[in-house]
């Protein structure tokens, strides 16, 4: 939730960049690795302005090769450091997965508990623009999947900062995944409801903690990231016609809040969960699960999930736009619900 | 080896589609997309990576190349897909998203599949050798004829798949040529800067294949070095790795603000543009002349011309067409 009390907005871009600027300050030894985080400042903009301020040393832009430079990162955070890195799109986490889920999630445990792994990898996530299928997926499910490794998705950047500090600071391996449709580059077309009031000083937002952001009696719709966006529109659709819609925000994967799923749901008695990842194995599934293996008495209906259907991405705007999440889909799946 | 003339006079031809290509696609990528820079708008949205500049790679080695050979290419891909005889038409609608299009615009520009020429490629970088040498491999086991062609960007040079696949090709002497555009950058990352070496066809030895560098975007340096490169592979000897050093005329991709190139690169580049410079060549050897080139620039722009016009005039697919295709 937005409890934000200044009134300076920043984009997610600006929060994240912000927030590693702040932590970089006052801990030397916090620095940044990836492709093009350099002078360019990231492809989406988080990392814009952190080279000037902080130098190569410790702003440095990487050759493409991914499997290196997060092995790298999973080295050095065992060792004393605490690096963030970049894989610039997750899609691309093909050519280097080893190096995070086998040993950055892992060593931790292996270790005993001894090992600690302090590393922030940020990814961005998302499609909607025709970026093709090899450079639009949200692969949420994937990363949450994986044990070891904490996963958080904001949807704005008051959250996003308050996460990346806490990111940042977390003795373990978070993933940061933010969504390319809220990072607020205008070449990406920019869902104005992630650009948000944002304190200047450094605050965190709790890992795990999901948020409420509007509360409601009849119906709970479950999202992160874009589809927080989604939903919040669907649920002013709804409103018109009376039905008085509950959204909660995860913004946390792992660990994931199922007590205010949980609640929400036994508040309303129906649930609608909204997913730009693919629709089977993943996040919407373990959030119904989440419910109905707690209290399947609690439900008025079946619960429905609203996500991308489970085919590649394809180039098409026709094609992406038919099949990605939107509010009328949501408002759609609640019409059905209530004709069951 | 020298070309013949009538390759010379292919290798312009094809450059000329190209550029002209990579020129209408420019002009038409842009509409919609002003005042104000939105990739998703627009006839062509997404990531656009246009290959001004780097022709010469793609004439001087599918000059060397028939319709049965197999290329990988990157997610810079016209000019090579143009050179290796892809369907015009098929392409352009597939770089629009049209039903017409090479998979009904289900791929878009980076994800250009043409089974009747063995052409593909891939988004994700460093992609194109495992699947050139798979595609080596299957020719050898099959007894067929035919070599394949992995192409990447000196960037590509730096994945760890760059290292693997010059390993496996080399001791499986495989029918298959590694070659590298070395356009100097990585999106915004210069050569020198993420990589150890000064020029990659010196890596080649570590796995015991020729290395071969080509100098200054040269037409005919290229043709020679793939010529002697693609000869080895069908006479049975193994794989080999080329870096061509060429030019990116263009940003990274469409909107890319290119603030990184050092003052007067881009001006320097320009001056050094193949086309010309190829074009200047054939005149001076009397295989052109004034009249001779206004024709055929004139066919290659129709040619051009036609496939955009085919591609704007076709429709997409029923926005369901989305489910299908995932198996066969
Ligand atoms: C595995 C992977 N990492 C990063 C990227 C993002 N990316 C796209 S193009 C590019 C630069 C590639 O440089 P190079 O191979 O030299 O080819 P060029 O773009 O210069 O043609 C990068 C880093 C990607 N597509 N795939």
Redesign the pocket.
Known sequence: MNTATGSRKLTIARAMAEATAQEMRQDPTVFVMG??VGPLGG?FGNTRGLYDEFGAERIRDTP?S?TAFIGAAVGAASDGMRPIVEL??VD?F???MDAIYNMMAKNTYFSGGKVKVPMVLMTSTGGGYSDGG??SQCLYGTFAHLPGMKVVVPSNAYDAKGLMTAAIRDDNPVVFMYHKSLQGMGWLGTEKGATVATPEEPYTVEIGKAAVVKEGRDLTLVSLGAGVHHCLRAAKALGEEGVDVEVVDLRSLVPLDRETVRASVAKTGRLIVVDEDYHSYGVSGEIIASVAEHDPACLKAAPRRVAYPDIPIPFAPTMEQWALPNADKIVDAFHQMMTQ | MQPTNDQRLWMYRQMVTSRHLEERIETLYMEGKTPVFNMAKGPIPGEM?LSNG?EPCAVGVCAHLNAEDIVVA???PHHIAVAKGVDLNAMVAEIFGKATGLSGGRGGHMHLFDAAVNFSCS?????SLGPAAGAALSRKMQGKPGVAVAF??????N?GVFHEALNLAAVWKLPVVFVI???A???S?A?QASTAVPRNDVRASGYNMPGVHVADNDVEGVFAAAGTAIARARDGQGPTLIEIETS?LAG?FMGDGEDYRPEGEKAGLQSRDPIPRYRQQLLEAGLLDEAADTRLVGEAHERVEAAIRFAQESDFLPPEAALETVFV
């Open positions: 492709e093009d492809v493409i991914e610039m799109f691309f093909g050519v280097c090899q450079h | 990576h780097q990157t997610h810079r988004g994700i970088i460093g992609e990447l960007g000196e960037g590509a040079a994945q555009e070395d356009n950058w990585g999106i990352v050569k990116r990274h």
